[in-house]
């Protein structure tokens, strides 16, 4: 393991034991011993390092596709595919348009290899594609289907539920008129 790799792999592990650390103290330090003016900035700073905790563990960047696919997607979105199994997590990813295929490109779990820092999850050509409809896809996040005959893919993403006309153009379809 390359000092790079055990440096990242530091400081995830870093984040994580700060957060608890953070949420620790909010939780169990009684407010006696603390003002208000010391919560406020634990709470922004634990907020702030969750936030990074996820940008570490999921984020697909537009630069770590061209690294993967080495071509320019035609277009992407940044999805949680649900998967099939009700018990497993959503799989995060940048959702590409390559040539006729979408492909879900999931952030590797060891981002620390810089030649491969994500993987294809899941890949469907467009044309097996029947229909597509929008809606809440989980009981509190809406996002979009795609129908392949009988079956349905579904996937988390606020975006694409507010303007349709971005999964419609990501299939390459007309959009629907609206009355």
């Known amino acids: ?3 790079l790799q055990c440096y990242l792999l530091g400081m995830k592990t870093i ?3 700060l957060i608890l650390a953070e949420f620790a ?3 169990f330090i009684p407010g006696v011993y603390m003002s208000r003016l010391t919560l406020i900035p634990l709470f922004l700073s634990m907020f702030g390092l969750v936030v990074l905790y996820w940008f570490a563990m ?4 537009r630069k770590d596709v061209l690294k993967v696919l080495e071509k320019q997607p035609e277009s992407d979105l940044y999805v949680g595919k649900i998967p099939a199994d009700t018990t497993a997590d959503l799989v995060r990813g940048r ?3 390559v040539d006729d295929r979408l492909i879900l490109l999931q ?3 060891d981002k620390l290899h810089r030649q491969t820092p994500c993987r294809e999850a899941w890949a469907i050509d467009i044309s097996d594609i029947t229909s597509v409809g929008f809606g809440k896809v989980l009981p509190a996040r809406k996002g979009f ?3 392949k005959g009988d079956d349905e893919i579904r996937f988390t993403c606020a975006k694409a539920a507010k303007d ?3 999964i419609y153009n990501m299939l390459g379809w007309e959009s629907p008129k609206q009355n």
């Open 1 to 3: 393991m390359s000092g």
């Open 15 to 17: 984040v994580r034991i």
């Open 25 to 27: 103290a909010i939780i």
């Open 58 to 61: 999921f984020w697909v960047s």
């Open 95 to 97: 959702l590409c348009r």
């Open 107 to 109: 952030r590797t779990e």
């Open 145 to 147: 289907i795609l129908y």
């Open 164 to 166: 349709k006309s971005l």
